[in-house]
């Protein structure tokens, strides 16, 4: 087991420095400048100064080595050029726990209500709700999240008056971004888990237990959940990365202050060491949560967990 | 001590729905089973051999199948198993009655250890702890030879090659010593040698627990060396039935006849191509009126494709549904072996 994680390790590292070495390269080659609105009406010596300070006046690979072992000896992504004075670091800190709060919420929601709907809605195949639940789940999946947004805005908090319509701070304006943010993922997960417990439904070693005496209860909880958990595992690990800032349609239409927004203002404003730092932070998540799936995967399916063993 | 019925099943009929229409898959079998004895059903894929023993256990697949028959029973012990609720029926299921299935690579739970699958009808039916249950556990995979048994009983099923798959299965199946095991199938999917261990293994326990046997199979090689009785099922009837030795050496019904000539052997010299029953049972959704072989019977009357034939019987044991046997029908044609008893 032990040998298994440090290859993982390494791999997830080997996959780091090629997600920062391209993002570099990539940003650094896009067409447009962070300093060039800001400097245009300074005069050519006052210009260059401020080049110096970013020290962009450097060829691009220069300037990707000073970073690499600036990253690798202090960890730091570098100072904001748009936010003067500020570290990628420090926005980072300050608001990748506002996109946390809300993310955990809703991936536990979506999970806690997705998979037992899914679980549910299979057991009962061809019944009325599990036909009604089939249609609402096709229709929450095809509607992006701002639409829910927008509905919630205007029913629930416009018209009901039953939270605020936008903000943050207060418990209450965690209401309606998290309910627009969940409801497609309940879907999608219902959808998944309705799919992967027919499957094992109808598999010969669920015939097995009933004929050994199994009841129902016992057949779900012992033979079916277990094994039609494996393919929902492999989705929660990507998720997991994505609490912290996959919805930044969610915290734009909210004027919700966290890291998702930054995000993608940091790629329009050209924002070298933003747009970096905050792509080596998700990297890192996704490929930390990888490695979790892969562990976990381990732990739910046996045949994983002794072929990794067992070399 | 053959003389109690442990289970006799009446004019059973089976249906399923289907989107093509209603397929009726067992159209009034008779049968019965008495204590340690084997009982083999044969015929050829699709005759209705699993879902008659599948009405037995209540495995049948609750939306789509329809148990139905004018006063069908499925007796057990005098009890009407057909009568019992899922609840009662579970009871019955691995503690009396228990099944072996025909592929052993995919009736097994793939993230349960062999050990824990073995010990769970203990659990549930004799309320055992998990460590007795273990125990036992660990006993029968002795039992059906498992080596290393201390070591497997915590593997999973994909470390089992297929021949200890069924050897799983068995413990399983027997682990609460019922009284009647049902093999449907049980060696198809493995290879020849070790088809023989598994037939060998479920002899031996038989014999020493005295289990009643109902033996589900196409291969009649299986048959002749296990079986004390055989039942031949074609297209959900059952339309020869006798010991062994009458259905081998005296088969009464041309379908019989014509599975047995289809058996190579080994004794044989001769450069003859092996004989093969041509054509493909009926479709079930509608199911001829009269002999439902007669379309490939090579000596079918006009009669036989009008009405069913009667039951002939030939002795105590032996019967036939077949209107050779009537005394008006013209036999001049028909082989000798039919109609007398010929070796």
Redesign the interface.
């Known amino acids: 087991m032990a040998k298994f994680i440090v290859k993982r390790v390494f791999y997830g590292l080997l996959t780091l420095f090629l997600i920062i070495t391209a993002t570099f390269f990539l940003i650094a080659g896009a067409p447009g400048d962070p300093i060039a609105a800001k400097v245009e009406q300074m005069p050519d010596r006052a210009q260059e100064v401020i080049r110096k300070k970013y020290g962009l006046d450097k060829p691009v690979v220069e300037r990707y080595f000073i970073y690499m072992k600036n990253l690798i000896t202090t960890g730091d992504f570098g100072e904001s050029i748009i936010y003067t004075g500020k570290s990628a670091n420090d926005v980072i800190k300050a608001n990748a726990p506002i996109s946390a709060k809300i993310g955990i919420i809703v991936l536990v929601l979506q999970v806690g209500i997705g998979i037992p709907l899914g679980l549910g809605t299979a057991l009962g195949r061809g019944k009325m709700y599990d036909h009604m639940i089939r249609v609402g789940n096709v229709l929450c999946i095809c509607t992006p999240s701002f639409v829910f947004a927008a509905l919630l805005q205007y029913f629930l908090a416009f018209k009901l008056k039953l939270a605020p319509v936008f903000g943050w701070g207060q418990p209450k304006h965690y209401i309606l971004p998290v309910l627009a943010y969940t409801i497609g993922g309940i879907a999608v997960y219902n959808k998944y888990m309705r799919g992967s417990t027919l499957s094992v439904i109808n598999e010969d070693y669920i015939v097995t237990a009933k004929a050994k005496g199994c009841k129902k209860g016992r057949i779900v909880r012992k033979h079916i959940l277990r094994n039609s958990m494996i393919p929902i595992v492999t989705m929660i690990g990507p998720a997991v990365a994505g609490i912290f800032g996959s919805s930044f349609v969610i915290e734009r239409i909210f004027a919700i202050p966290g890291l998702g927004s930054y995000y993608v203002k940091a790629v329009s404003d050209n924002d070298y060491t933003m747009v970096l730092g905050i792509t080596i932070f998700y990297a890192m998540l996704y490929v930390a949560s990888l490695i979790i799936v892969d562990i976990l995967y381990g732990i739910v399916d046996p045949r994983i967990k002794v072929a990794g063993t067992e070399k | 001590m053959k003389n109690s019925k442990l289970l006799e099943i009446k004019n059973l009929h089976v249906s399923f729905t289907t989107y093509a229409g209603i397929v009726r898959a067992v159209r009034g079998v008779d049968l019965y089973l008495e204590e340690g004895e084997t009982l083999a059903i044969v015929g050829e894929s699709g005759c209705g051999k699993t879902v008659t023993v599948k009405s037995i256990?209540g495995?049948l697949p609750e939306?789509q199948a329809v148990i139905s028959g004018e006063g069908a029973q499925i007796n057990f012990h005098e009890h009407n198993l057909l009568a019992f609720d899922?609840?009662r029926m579970?009871?019955?299921?691995?503690?009396h009655i228990?099944?072996i299935?025909q592929?052993p690579m995919?009736?097994?739970?793939?993230?349960?250890?062999i050990g824990d699958q073995i010990a769970?009808?203990l659990i549930?039916?004799k309320g055992a702890s998990g460590r007795l249950a273990r125990q036992e556990a660990l006993k029968m995979l002795r039992l059906v030879n498992i080596p290393n048994a201390e070591e497997r009983i915590d593997q999973?099923p994909?470390?089992f090659s297929g021949g200890m798959r069924q050897r799983a299965?068995i413990a399983?199946?027997l682990a609460?010593d019922p009284e009647i095991l049902i093999a449907d199938e049980p060696t198809t999917a493995l290879d020849v040698t070790i088809q023989a261990q598994i037939m060998e293994l479920i002899k031996s326990l038989q014999r020493e627990r005295n289990t009643g046997v109902i033996l589900v199979t196409h291969d009649l090689g299986l048959v002749a060396s296990m079986a004390d009785r055989i039942n031949v099922m074609y297209a959900g009837q059952i339309v020869e039935r006798g010991t062994t030795d009458e259905i081998f050496y005296d088969p009464k019904h041309p379908y019989t006849f014509a599975l047995l000539r289809s058996v190579p052997k080994l004794s044989d010299h001769k450069q003859e191509a092996l004989y093969s029953l041509v054509g493909t049972p009926p479709d079930l959704i509608k199911p001829p009126v009269g002999c439902p072989f007669a379309p490939r019977c090579r000596f079918a009357m006009r009669i036989c494709r009008d009405r069913p034939a009667e039951a002939t019987h030939f002795g105590p044991s032996h019967s036939s549904y077949c209107w050779l046997h009537h005394p008006k029908a013209n036999t001049s044609d028909v082989p000798e072996t039919l109609l007398k008893e010929v070796v």
Do not use: W
């Open positions: 256990m495995l939306e899922e609840d579970s009871a019955i299921r691995g503690m228990s099944m299935f592929d995919t009736s097994l739970n793939p993230t349960m250890k769970e009808s549930v039916h999973y994909f470390q299965m399983i199946a609460c």
